[in-house]
């Protein structure tokens, strides 16, 4: 691992962790718990961005060397969001919280700064300018919060939904407590897309289809900002439930965390997209400059912009008319139509495994698998709440005739 020499360091009381930011740009816990416990073995697959056991290289770090993190009385880390709007709308509607700071339930505080353009922003960050030049929507991302370093935007939004208006997105450079499935926390280096933004739903039985609106938007802003590039057509795919594949690697994903209020459910998407970061496993960049060779690449900004101008024509459609709207659609970019899967089940304590083959054909009703047996028999397929690969641990429930 080489020598370690601490240049800055972040101490976190309440979860017991300290971490160090070496020289070398690697972000390391020092002491403390173990950093992912039984699920290091598999950090590599779960990751979009190095897993926390695994050091964010130097290479790629050079925001971390500049990031704005201090530690106030009680040894809690401090960070800094600059906001600015695609309009004075948005930015007035702000001006009140300029200076005040936020905590996060870790103890973390946040303080928060009007950017003026790309003042704060160095050479390897966002570039808010760009992105809002680029932004063609009416109510998503008009509100952007942007930090070089932040735990994580997902905690952040969550724990701050009614600081902001609806749509809001808050992006960071570098996060080292991103949220993943099953409340898995993940540190992601520069050259991730990572972001979270706001809405509202009030019918609870569309929710669970929300995730799929947002990987297909995705999609659809890949393909679209390819187009205006002239790059060619990337093969990026949508794996069940929520994460985005090429070339049988995993590059992105998906998670929607929601609390229920006044008769509307309080949403918060968290998108992670790895655009020019080739580990751990492979990237946008990479793909593309497979097909065309050279140093071509995606600009953050842009994807975000196209990203929100999909999702916004998207999600519009999805709430007036349903996600079947939308199925066909998602199905041609969905990696599952036709796909045989094998089941195995024990009937009882004590019986062996019996293996039963099915075929996915689509969603359930309820946004689940929807699979047919041999006997053209209909099931629904969950997972099973302990497989890391979804389509891996899957149970059945027949469907009625």
Not at 267 to 290: F, H, K, M, R, Y
Request: charged fraction near 20%; proline fraction near 3%.
């Amino acid at each position: 691992m080489g020598e370690i020499s601490r240049i800055r360091s972040c101490w976190f009381p309440k979860s017991q962790r300290a971490f160090i930011l070496t020289r070398s740009g690697s972000l390391r816990l020092v002491s403390g718990r173990r950093n992912c416990g039984d699920r290091g073995a598999i950090g590599m697959e779960k990751v979009v961005g190095d897993g926390l056991n695994h050091g964010l290289g130097s290479s790629r770090e050079a925001a971390m060397r500049r990031a704005d993190i201090s530690r106030d009385g009680n040894g809690d880390a401090k960070f800094l969001i600059f906001m600015s709007g695609k309009s004075s709308t948005e930015t007035e509607s702000t001006k009140d919280l300029i200076g005040r700071e936020l905590k996060l339930s870790n103890g973390s505080a946040i303080k928060l700064a009007i950017q003026s353009h790309d003042d704060a922003a160095q050479n390897g960050s966002f570039q808010g300018k760009l992105y809002l030049e680029r932004l063609e929507t009416v109510q998503f991302g008009r509100l952007l919060l942007w930090s070089p370093h932040l735990p994580s935007t997902q905690t952040f939004l969550s724990e701050n939904f009614r600081a902001f208006a609806l749509g809001t997105v808050c992006i960071a450079d570098v996060q080292f407590q991103g949220k993943g499935r099953a409340g898995n926390s993940w540190a992601s280096p520069l050259g991730c897309l990572m972001f979270s933004f706001t809405l509202q739903m009030e019918n609870g039985r569309m929710v669970p289809f929300l995730q799929y609106v947002v990987t297909l938007a995705m999609i659809e802003a890949i393909a679209n900002v390819s187009s205006e590039k002239d790059f060619p057509s990337l093969e990026v795919k949508i794996k069940w439930p929520n994460d985005l594949y090429a070339n049988g690697l995993k590059i992105g994903g998906v998670l929607c965390t929601s609390t229920y209020s006044a008769n509307k459910f309080n949403i918060v998407v968290g998108v992670g997209l790895n655009v020019g970061n080739s580990n751990p496993t492979t990237c946008l960049d990479a793909l593309l400059q497979e097909l065309v060779g050279g140093t071509s690449s995606f600009r953050k900004e842009e994807l975000l912009a196209s990203f929100f101008g999909k999702f916004e024509e998207l999600f519009n459609i999805f709430i007036n008319q349903g996600f079947s709207a939308l199925e066909a659609s998602y199905y041609q970019n969905w990696l599952h139509s036709g796909q045989n899967v094998e089941l195995e089940e024990k009937l009882e304590e004590g019986a062996p495994v019996s293996k039963v083959s099915l075929t996915i054909k689509g969603l359930s009703p309820t946004g689940y698998l929807l699979a047919i047996d041999d006997h053209f028999e209909k099931y629904e397929l969950h997972p099973d709440g302990n497989s890391f690969d979804l389509m891996r641990g899957l149970l059945r429930t027949k469907l009625p005739s």
